[in-house]
Structures are given as structure tokens and as C-alpha cells.
């Protein structure tokens, strides 16, 4: 009788434990092997997918600055330089002509009052960069960072005196705005001065694309040779500085 009913328990025991794990099958080997590539391709993909994800999303923490870290100038401080630089204008305009000197006068179509014209109308532009109206300055700016280009090719220089006569403009306001910029708080002088880079840096770019344009413009007219029409030549870059210091006119008018 006690044998009976052990051997009645250890057939519960026995099929409660087969209904636990659940009925096995046989699969064959070739199955198991396929089904385990497949498993292991999935995890690849999915490692794969994740390290993408996480070197974007480095990427992105690294180009994205921190807000402790965006330096951001504040309007009243921008409104005060490009008041500053329009009162400082002839100033840097005669300072920044003495030191190109000569070269001024190495081409007859672009005379040496054409180009004090051209410095101060950049002055200008600059300043009005700064200024509470600088995205409506923004493609006055362009426009006329790329034709200072053009007459830096008419008056043959080459691409790197451009480079050098646009960063000692770089060189004045540094000397004339840091004593006002030093009264700012730090964070605003610094945000300020960073500002300021930015715009002579795409003011740089700007024209030695005009340069550029300006020499193959010259190669496809007349096959390379320099041409003898200089008076056509400064009259239509007089017209083009008009049209620059209407344009920077109507900024200053009230909206």
C-alpha cells in the first residue's frame, strides 16, 4: 500500500514537471543552425542600430553647446557697438587706407577716393551688422563683401592680399572697440567680440568668392587679356556704390 501511493506521487511529480517546461521537440540540426545565424544577425543589426544611435546622438551633444555654454550677446550691448563703430567710421576708414597705401593706385579704373568709398561703405555695413536691423542688412552685406572682391581682382592683388587687408580691418576694431567693450560685463564683451568675428570671417569668405568670379570673368571676356576700358570699368563700379550706399541708406531710416 505505501509503495503504491509512492509510486502514485512520483507520477504527479513527473507530470507536473513535464507541464512546467512544456512538451520538447526534436529540431533538426540543420534548424538549429539556421535559426542560430539568424539570431546572431538580428543581434548584429540591433548592436549596429544602437551604436549609430549613440554616435549621432555624441555627435549631436558635441555641436550642440550647453546653455551655460552659448555666449549670446544681448541687443542693447550689439545696438551700442554698431553705434560706436558708425561714430568711429572715418576714423577707421583713414587708418585702415594709410595702411593699404599703395596699393590703392595699382589699377586706373579703381582710383584711390573709389576706394576710400568702398572701405567706408564696408564700415558701414559692418556696423549696421551688429545693429537692430542686421538681418535687413545681411544680403547688403554679402553682396558688398563679394564686390570689394571684385576690386581687389581689378586692382591686381591676389587672393591672399585680400585675406590680409580684410583681417587688419579685423586689427582696427580691435584696438578701437576693446576700451568700450572692456565696460561690458565679461560675458557680454566676450559675446560682442565673438559676434564680431563671425561677421568679418563670412566677410572674408564672401570675398574671395568675388575674387574668384572676378578672374574668370576676365579669362572668358577676352580670352585673358586685360582690357583698356577703364573708364567703363569705374563708371560702372561708381553705379555699383551708389546703389550699395542707397541700399545702407534706407537702413538708417525709421521703420
Known amino acids: 500500500m ?3 501511493r509512492v509510486r502514485h506521487e512520483d507520477g504527479l511529480q513527473i507530470e507536473r514537471t513535464a507541464q512546467l517546461n512544456g512538451t520538447r521537440k526534436i529540431v533538426p540540426l540543420e534548424e538549429r543552425t539556421a535559426g542560430s545565424e539568424q539570431r546572431h544577425v538580428r543581434a548584429g543589426r540591433e548592436s549596429s542600430g544602437l551604436r549609430r544611435v549613440e554616435r549621432h546622438a555624441c555627435i549631436g551633444r558635441i555641436l550642440r553647446p550647453k546653455g551655460d555654454n552659448n555666449v549670446r ?3 542693447p550691448a550689439l545696438a551700442n557697438t554698431g553705434r560706436l563703430m558708425l ?3 572715418d576714423t577707421l576708414v583713414q587708418q585702415w587706407a594709410q595702411w593699404i597705401g599703395n596699393r590703392a593706385s595699382a589699377s586706373p579704373s579703381v582710383s584711390r577716393p573709389t576706394l576710400e568709398r568702398e572701405l567706408g561703405l564696408v564700415v558701414t555695413a559692418f556696423a549696421h551688422m551688429v545693429g537692430p ?9 554679402n553682396h558688398l563683401a563679394e564686390h570689394y572682391g571684385q576690386m581687389a581682382a581689378m586692382r591686381g592683388l591676389a587672393a591672399g592680399e585680400v585675406v590680409e587687408e580684410l583681417h587688419y580691418l579685423r586689427e582696427l576694431l580691435t584696438l578701437e572697440l576693446a576700451p568700450r567693450l572692456w565696460r561690458e560685463r565679461p560675458r557680454q564683451g566676450l559675446a560682442v567680440t565673438l559676434r564680431l568675428n563671425r561677421i568679418l570671417d563670412r566677410a572674408v569668405a564672401l570675398a574671395v568668392v568675388g575674387y574668384t568670379d572676378m578672374l574668370v570673368a576676365t579669362l572668358f571676356a577676352n580670352n585673358g587679356v586685360p582690357s583698356s576700358r577703364s573708364d567703363t570699368d569705374a563708371a560702372e ?3 555699383q556704390l551708389d546703389e ?12
Open 237 to 239: 563700379t561708381e553705379r
Open 73 to 75: 550677446a544681448s541687443p
Open 244 to 255: 550699395f550706399e542707397h541700399d545702407l541708406g534706407l537702413l538708417l531710416e525709421p521703420r
Open 133 to 141: 536691423r542686421r538681418h535687413e542688412a545681411l544680403p547688403v552685406f
Open 87 to 89: 561714430e568711429l567710421r
Open 2 to 4: 505505501t509503495l503504491r
